[in-house]
């Protein structure tokens, strides 16, 4: 059974930075794509970054680019996401997704087979 796990959240100020982990157990995979949504309250879940394993190509939402950075530890099954210049409206609860069936990067939550249970990101002002 496939598992994803979150960790890395917590609450920082403004201009603070995070750096949060998504570790994949349960399967080992060749080739995937693995997102990252954030859901703030009252809000739908909504893309962040995401990466294509053996690619390596990147995507990112216009309202992180420069300021977030999305990578992979392939070895490890681990996708991280850098968090720099933290903004009160980044606060959400950051998923992690695994797609397995790709043919582009995709953006919509729908496209995704397997999510992490979140982890709780704070910026303060």
């Known amino acids: 059974q496939v598992q994803l796990e979150e960790s890395g959240g917590g609450l920082v100020q403004a201009g603070g930075s995070l750096r949060l982990s998504c570790a994949v157990s349960g399967r080992t995979f060749s080739s995937y794509v693995m997102g990252w949504f954030g859901q703030a309250p009252g809000k739908e879940r909504e893309f962040v970054a995401a990466?294509?394993?053996?690619?390596?190509?990147?995507l990112y939402a216009d309202s992180v680019k420069g300021r977030f950075g999305i990578s992979t530890d392939n070895a490890k099954m681990t996708v991280h996401l850098q968090m720099d210049s933290l903004k009160p409206e980044d606060t959400a609860v950051y998923y992690c997704a695994l797609d397995l069936n790709f043919s582009n990067i995709e953006i919509m939550t729908s496209e995704y087979d397997y999510w992490g249970q979140g982890t709780q990101v704070t910026v303060s002002s």
């Open positions: 990466i294509w394993r053996r690619g390596g190509i990147t």
